[in-house]
């Protein structure tokens, strides 16, 4: 289970009480927390975000994070949630990737270096001795700032891993270039900021631009919010990088066309994190209605082709749907070397060998045997038989 680091928190907090000291603020400064006045203080702020974020994307001035309540509403809100979601994607990423002594990290549109600090929790739980370059380039110098100094509170507070080092960008990513590769190249919550490019064109910036800036056993972690829309960009884009040889890792099991994309106009790839919320933010939820118990995102995990081969069993699906239940039976979407499949599983067809399927969660990998030849189809019907087995395999 995901948690926010109590130590992280605690210097967010304080970071976030010596901002808002700036102005007449209304909370009591020797509180060791934020109470409830103090935070209802904040939500009014949160909640504008949260909205333009999500109902009122086209109206999210560019300048957003330099009016100071919605920037320390991104830091008390978005950047523990944001950070989790990194924690998510990270924790999936191969283990030799963890294996080196240095790391040269690139995080574009880097906001308060939400994925950043993830990285670096991450790492200190795999490779303390591991010494990290980080490069923040952000197009708002005041988020850039934030982000410098909550990395550096963190890191002098906790001595994470062995050795840190932080450089500051602010440019428009889609005009930043560097004379040297990194090991990772992070966008969080960026690309679908990019409003002035389709996804042909993102990919068509992208693909040299990955090319040129990654190391050969390098990973790329793309994260975007689970709404239809930046999704559905996102899954366009993936089959863009695909076509010019790119590789993903996850959370796709294969290297076809999106079936999900080519066979429907509704459904969107997206999963889901289980964490343990911290208080503050449940109340935060509370106060503005919205609910973040569970942490909803769509990713992908991309590498130079090649360099990470894993082929996956032809038996093996990802769960890309909930667990639909309904009168007599049982169905899920599952996503493989097959194409897209919509599983069914009459109740009177529940056996030991396919009970797995009432554990079954969104985001699973499966292992269901079946007798299909391995043609690649996107969408298709299947049926699971009482004789048929299915195990959750991770
Ligand atoms: C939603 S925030 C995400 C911040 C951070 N990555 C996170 O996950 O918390 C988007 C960030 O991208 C930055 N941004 C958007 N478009 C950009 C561009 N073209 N070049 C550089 N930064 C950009 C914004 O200034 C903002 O800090």
């Given at each position: 289970m995901l948690e926010f680091p109590k130590s992280l928190e605690k210097v967010l907090l304080s970071y976030i009480r010596t901002l808002a000291a700036q102005?007449?603020?209304?909370?009591?400064?020797?509180?060791q927390d934020f109470n409830d006045k103090d935070l209802r203080f904040f939500s009014k702020a949160v909640r504008q975000l949260s909205d333009l974020f999500t109902?009122?994307?086209?109206?999210?001035?560019?300048?957003?994070?330099?009016h100071l309540p919605w920037h320390i509403a991104y830091l008390l809100y978005f950047l523990p949630i944001n950070f989790s979601k990194a924690c998510f994607v990270f924790q999936?990423?191969?283990?030799?990737?963890?294996?080196?002594?240095n790391f040269k990290l690139l995080d574009l549109g880097?906001?308060?270096a939400s994925a950043s600090l993830a990285f670096l929790h991450c790492l200190s739980q795999k490779n303390k001795e591991a010494e990290v370059e980080i490069h923040l380039l952000d197009q708002n110098r005041k988020i850039l700032g934030s982000a410098q100094d909550l990395l550096k509170n963190w890191q002098e507070n906790?001595?994470?891993?062995k050795k840190t080092s932080a450089r500051l960008e602010s440019k428009n990513l889609l005009k930043a270039r560097f004379q040297q590769r990194f090991d990772l190249i992070i966008f969080h919550h960026v690309i679908n900021e990019?409003?002035?490019?389709g996804a042909l064109e993102r990919a068509e910036w992208l693909h040299p631009f990955l090319s040129q800036h990654l190391t050969d056993q390098g990973l790329v972690a793309i994260i975007e919010p689970a709404l239809k829309r930046p999704t559905r960009e996102l899954m366009a884009l993936r089959d863009h990088l695909i076509e010019e040889s790119w590789e993903v890792l996850?959370?796709?099991?294969?290297?076809?066309?999106?079936p999900m994309l080519a066979s429907t106009r509704h459904d969107w790839c997206h999963f889901y994190a289980d964490w343990k919320e911290p208080t503050y933010l449940q109340k935060l939820d509370r106060f503005i209605g919205n609910d973040n118990r569970h942490l909803k995102l769509a990713y992908l995990i991309l590498a130079k082709s090649g360099s990470y081969a894993k082929q996956y069993p032809h038996d093996y699906f990802r769960m890309v749907s909930n667990r639909m239940v309904t009168r007599g039976k049982t169905e899920v979407s599952l996503c493989g070397l097959s194409g897209g499949v919509r599983l069914m599983r009459l109740?009177?067809?529940?056996?030991v060998k396919n009970q797995d399927l009432d554990q079954s969660r969104r985001g699973d990998i499966l292992q269901w045997e079946h007798s299909l030849d391995e043609k690649f189809i996107t969408r298709f019907n299947a049926k699971l038989e009482k004789q048929s087995r299915i195990k959750i395999v991770k």
């Amino acid at each position: 289970m995901l948690e926010f680091p109590k130590s992280l928190e605690k210097v967010l907090l304080s970071y976030i009480r010596t901002l808002a000291a700036q102005k007449k603020s209304v909370f009591a400064k020797d509180a060791q927390d934020f109470n409830d006045k103090d935070l209802r203080f904040f939500s009014k702020a949160v909640r504008q975000l949260s909205d333009l974020f999500t109902k009122e994307r086209a109206e999210l001035p560019s300048g957003y994070l330099n009016h100071l309540p919605w920037h320390i509403a991104y830091l008390l809100y978005f950047l523990p949630i944001n950070f989790s979601k990194a924690c998510f994607v990270f924790q999936k990423f191969p283990k030799s990737f963890w294996q080196r002594s240095n790391f040269k990290l690139l995080d574009l549109g880097c906001g308060p270096a939400s994925a950043s600090l993830a990285f670096l929790h991450c790492l200190s739980q795999k490779n303390k001795e591991a010494e990290v370059e980080i490069h923040l380039l952000d197009q708002n110098r005041k988020i850039l700032g934030s982000a410098q100094d909550l990395l550096k509170n963190w890191q002098e507070n906790e001595k994470l891993i062995k050795k840190t080092s932080a450089r500051l960008e602010s440019k428009n990513l889609l005009k930043a270039r560097f004379q040297q590769r990194f090991d990772l190249i992070i966008f969080h919550h960026v690309i679908n900021e990019m409003t002035s490019l389709g996804a042909l064109e993102r990919a068509e910036w992208l693909h040299p631009f990955l090319s040129q800036h990654l190391t050969d056993q390098g990973l790329v972690a793309i994260i975007e919010p689970a709404l239809k829309r930046p999704t559905r960009e996102l899954m366009a884009l993936r089959d863009h990088l695909i076509e010019e040889s790119w590789e993903v890792l996850a959370p796709c099991l294969h290297q076809k066309i999106c079936p999900m994309l080519a066979s429907t106009r509704h459904d969107w790839c997206h999963f889901y994190a289980d964490w343990k919320e911290p208080t503050y933010l449940q109340k935060l939820d509370r106060f503005i209605g919205n609910d973040n118990r569970h942490l909803k995102l769509a990713y992908l995990i991309l590498a130079k082709s090649g360099s990470y081969a894993k082929q996956y069993p032809h038996d093996y699906f990802r769960m890309v749907s909930n667990r639909m239940v309904t009168r007599g039976k049982t169905e899920v979407s599952l996503c493989g070397l097959s194409g897209g499949v919509r599983l069914m599983r009459l109740d009177r067809d529940r056996s030991v060998k396919n009970q797995d399927l009432d554990q079954s969660r969104r985001g699973d990998i499966l292992q269901w045997e079946h007798s299909l030849d391995e043609k690649f189809i996107t969408r298709f019907n299947a049926k699971l038989e009482k004789q048929s087995r299915i195990k959750i395999v991770k």
